[in-house]
């Protein structure tokens, strides 16, 4: 994206108040010369912020400079305003393209959709001919906000992961940083809402429906508690257990197969201790009489999820392993969604018959095996599609390269899967298969303002975003990259 | 009996190599017979990365070069005729920055490994190798990891999966070597070991003065030998040879301009470090490799002359990544410089035309500047830019058949050639699957995988050998041990 090619009045004066306390000319004339008109009247209030600011960023000298790219005032709080975007091409997803349409924005809701709208008046409309307008992408597979830097630098900065095996009580949203580098950087290549999970040991905790946008994790997060998260135990890896990883020991079969029924048999007995305490819970309540169980945070954590209330997502990349997780959530009546997935195609029939989603997240990595054919991860979307499996597709990033989801659905088009299937697989069916289908994932009255607007295909590399609303808010499109550009591009 | 004993251990030596022979042979044929003779690739859409897009194009090869371009060619009666309407093509991708095919990365025993030779342990059999084949790249340049200051020296190889090792080294490339600044080469990545001591240099001043130190023992060294050059042309017959050095060799080579520095390096202050150090002993850093912060420091890249080989967009994987920004190819181009993309990853190796789509995208380069930086740019930083890079008369029929415009994400390879013969073929790799899965499931029904009466069990399964990526930055002394997670 250019972010030249927009110049609203927000970004104008935000980036001048960003670039006050890094300039280094150090001057703070840019702030005031640089404030809109608009702002004239904040200008004493915006001045001591600004100073507040500078100091507080000063002593950050690492992480200062990404604080200031979300940090943001008027486009963030407040009051949604009312929009039009006029005379666009509107990619719906869930019906028919309209070639030259409306979309009316209004309270963070989508207020109408067509070919003919009457335009409110007071909308700040916004002539879009020859962009299109797609809902934001949505990507389940991320923990975006609960890491920085995933290397070697800033363990401070990372919170993906508890002590222990069991954290049913680790609340991802808790713990997202709203001020993340992450979140601007991600939305501004449209992907408009993630799942951020939790990581490692068995049961790693609850992953949280964020939309990119907000002051506070409060105002991120649609779903704080979206999903448990469990690492399903298999042979050779995943589940957490002694052979996890790659290079990790080596046992045999008979050991390695001994150690995977313990770990589930350890999950099974969680799950059955969480359902029994809901039931006593239950019974006590109905029943005076009955003495009370003790509050535990662990098994009230599991209580919505044993009763099949929300989905458990089961980290599970092998057949086996996919199966067994289908199986054990059956079993338990638990509402399962694999992540993964690298070996779904293989089990596609099982899936279906069980109507379990998977998200994808392996589609730009090498395949698993040195005899796979080397386009079997290009070509899984297409495989569960054919099959009739419910699925989409995911980065599999934590952070940094969430931004790049797109070209995993068209890395997969490009490999069999319908272009249209290939834009759900990022829109609608994240949506769905997180249970937030009827308010995200498509453009139809009365959902949530989630819209990027392109000057081409949302999924080729070359589209620039051209505007972006999150929760019916116009987003400026800066970004700490684009501000990092802005600073040194003409450096002479 | 002796003679006897001769020819069975003659017929022991010589079986391998007959075998690979055929095997290769076999490659050969499959490809279509077609590397003596003449293709005719037929009205493509050409990206020439050298002088724009030619529309319905033929291209003619032959003996391996390109022998012409342009509308309506003729070819001989037994040419190959590839009709490839519709369909785009491309040089060769070049991937100025891979750790493909080699056994191992990091001797990170010293912080001057200029001793170390990649070309000692490249392995030809990594299937990661032919999925860079099935992603249109067909030239790497191989480096040395970067623990160390000074690292092992480099190779360039041409893709050609299936044969010898030796036949993929690319002849008459210039040689070159591996630098690192930052926080590789002074091992803050914890490496601290208890009881362990630490390896110099442990901080940016010491990574400047190893390199430093390394320059002026190198210096010299090469006045040892030139003086003892000077006394043997005098006729001195008393002159005693200095003892070769091979850790010093190769640095006498950099002084001389007669080997590349290709030098990791990611925040400006050490690119700046490096660029004074070159400047100070007379030498060119050929290019800075990742260069993260070349942004920033765009016009003293430029005015030293080095060339600069940056990832398209990945940042915040590592502190020092963390002021990365994707703009970075963009501004350095606008600076003079010339860059390419890479990969430093087998599984990014395998999309380089969607990497290099990236930076028309931030901060706006043209078409055929972005083509250029997964063509022609790498073959100039490499040197070999008048066998490859370009779809030009006379160079090296490298070249990849594309079923769409090659930066759109909808687009597949359908065919790779490395001088002029084909070694991916889609098609093919598609007719032989039927194949491939009755021998797999043969091989699963097998009895080796059930435990003998009595004997050891079989072991648990293990992810395959991990690929190679960003194992610039992977701890393990000589161990690579890389991996996509990062």
């Not at chain 1, 089961?314 to 992540?339: C, M, N, S, T, Y």
């Not at chain 1, 931004?403 to 290939?422: C, D, I, Q, T, V």
């Not at chain 2, 040689?175 to 590789?184: M, R, T, Y």
């Not at chain 2, 005693?240 to 091979?246: G, H, M, N, T, Y």
Request: aromatic share 6%.
């Amino acid at each position: 994206m250019k972010p030249e090619a927009r110049s609203q009045k927000p970004v104008v004066s935000r980036a001048a108040v960003v670039g006050a306390w890094r300039s280094e000319r150090g001057a703070w004339r840019p702030v005031f010369t640089a404030l809109s008109s608009r702002l004239v009247a904040r200008r004493t209030l915006v001045a001591v912020i600004c100073s507040l600011l500078a100091a507080h960023c000063t002593l950050l000298t690492v992480f200062g400079q990404q604080a200031s790219t979300n940090m943001g005032p008027e486009f963030m709080d407040g009051r949604p305003g009312t929009y039009a975007i006029r005379h666009a091409r509107i990619v719906t997803v869930s019906g028919a393209d309209i070639e030259d349409g409306t979309v009316v924005i209004s309270d963070g809701r989508i207020a109408a959709v067509g070919a003919n709208v009457t335009v409110p008046g007071g909308a700040e409309t916004i002539d879009a001919r020859g962009l299109s307008v797609y809902p934001g992408m949505i990507d389940l597979g991320t923990a975006v906000g609960l890491i920085e830097i995933t290397e070697n630098g800033a363990t401070g900065w990372v919170d993906t992961q508890e002590v222990g095996d069991s954290n049913p009580n680790s609340m991802a949203w808790v713990s997202v940083n709203p001020h993340s580098a992450h979140v601007a950087v991600t939305r501004l290549n449209g992907v408009t809402s993630v799942l951020t999970a939790p990581q490692g040991g068995l049961i790693s905790g609850q992953a949280a429906f964020l939309n990119l946008l907000g002051s506070t994790p409060e105002a991120m997060a649609l779903v704080r508690t979206a999903a448990l998260v469990i690492n399903y135990p298999g042979l050779g890896g995943g589940g957490g257990g002694p052979f996890g990883g790659f290079g990790g020991q080596q046992g045999n079969i008979t050991e390695a197969i001994n150690t995977r029924n313990q770990r589930v048999e350890q999950l099974r007995k969680l799950l059955r201790d969480a359902d029994a305490y809901a039931r006593a819970q239950a019974a006590a309540t109905q029943d005076r009489n009955l003495p009370r169980p003790d509050v535990d945070v662990v098994l009230s954590a599991l209580v919505p999820y044993v009763r099949g209330e929300r989905p458990v997502v089961f980290r599970a990349d092998r057949a086996g392993e996919i199966r067994g997780a289908v199986q054990f959530a059956e079993e338990l009546k638990l509402k399962p969604v694999i992540l993964g997935g690298d070996d779904a195609w293989q089990v596609a029939s099982f899936l279906k018959e069980h109507n379990v989603p998977v998200i994808l997240t392996g589609t730009l990595n090498l395949p698993r095996r040195e005899d796979d054919f080397y386009d079997v991860q290009y070509e899984q979307a297409a495989k569960l599609q054919q099959a009739g499996v419910r699925f989409c597709i995911s980065s599999g990033d934590t952070a940094a390269d969430v931004r790049n989801l797109p070209y995993h659905a068209g890395m997969s088009a490009a490999f069999g899967l319908p272009k249209a299937e290939a834009l759900k697989a990022v829109t609608l069916y994240p949506a769905q298969i997180i249970g937030v289908g009827d308010r995200l994932g498509s453009i139809e009255v009365g959902k949530i303002a989630n819209l990027v607007v392109t000057d081409g295909d949302l999924l080729e590399t070359r589209t620039n975003i051209r505007d972006l609303f999150i929760n019916g808010r116009r987003v400026p499109l800066v970004s700490r990259h684009t501000e990092l550009y802005e600073q040194f591009k003409n450096r002479k | 009996m002796r003679k006897l004993f001769s020819l069975l251990l003659a017929l022991v030596v010589l079986a391998p190599a007959v075998g690979r022979g055929a095997r290769a042979q076999q490659t050969r044929r499959a490809a279509g017979g077609a590397e003596a003779g003449e293709t005719l690739i037929r009205n493509a859409t050409v990206l020439t990365a050298s002088h724009g897009t030619l529309q319905n194009a033929d291209i003619l090869i032959r003996n391996g070069k390109i022998a012409a371009v342009g509308p309506n060619l003729k070819a001989g009666a037994n040419a190959r005729v590839v009709d490839a309407a519709g369909k785009f093509v491309t040089p060769g991708i070049i991937d100025c920055h891979s750790h493909s095919m080699l056994d191992t990365i990091n001797e990170g025993s010293l912080s001057v490994t200029s001793m170390a030779r990649t070309r000692d342990v490249l392995n030809p059999t990594d299937p990661d190798l032919y999925r860079e084949l099935a992603g249109g790249t067909t030239t790497l340049n191989l480096l040395h990891g970067s623990a160390n200051s000074i690292g092992g020296q480099n190779t360039v190889v041409k893709i050609k999966y299936g044969r010898p090792a030796a036949e993929f080294i690319f002849q008459g490339a210039p040689p070159g070597i591996k630098f690192a600044l930052g926080e590789n080469p002074k091992r803050s990545n914890g490496f601290n070991i208890p009881g362990v001591p630490r390896r110099y240099p442990a901080t940016r001043m010491g990574v400047e003065e190893t390199i430093r130190d390394a320059f002026t023992r190198a210096r010299n060294y090469k006045r040892s030998w030139d003086d003892y050059r000077a006394a043997q042309s005098r006729g001195d017959k008393a002159a005693v040879p200095p003892r070769r050095d091979l850790q010093l060799e190769p640095l006498v080579e950099v002084l001389e301009g007669k080997r590349y520095v290709h030098s990791h390096c990611y925040r400006a202050d050490e690119i700046l470090m490096l660029i004074r150090i070159a400047d100070e002993f007379g030498f060119k850093v050929r290019t800075f490799q990742h260069v993260l912060e070349g942004y920033k420091v765009a016009k003293e890249i430029a005015a030293h002359g080095a060339g600069a080989s940056p990832f398209a967009d990945n940042w915040g994987y590592k502190l020092e990544a963390y002021d990365a920004i994707p703009y970075n190819t963009a501004v350095m181009t606008r600076a003079g410089i010339i860059v390419s993309v890479n990969s430093d990853s087998d599984e990014r190796a395998r999309r380089l035309n969607i990497e290099a789509a990236k930076v028309m995208k931030y901060g706006g380069l043209t078409e055929e500047e972005a083509l250029r930086t997964v063509t022609l740019n790498p073959a100039i930083q490499l040197g070999i830019d008048k066998r490859v890079g370009s779809i030009d008369v006379g160079k090296d029929a490298d070249l990849v058949i594309w079923t769409a415009h090659p930066f759109s994400v909808y687009a597949r390879v359908e065919q790779t050639y490395i001088e002029g013969e084909v070694f991916f073929d889609r098609a093919q790799d598609l007719a032989r699957r039927a194949d491939i899965q009755r021998e797999r499931e043969q091989l699963e029904r097998a009895d080796a995988n059930r435990p003998a009466e009595g004997g050891p069990q079989p072991g648990a399964p293990r992810g395959r050998r991990p690929a190679h990526s960003h194992d610039d930055d992977q701890p393990q002394n000589g161990d690579d041990g890389g991996n996509d997670n990062r």
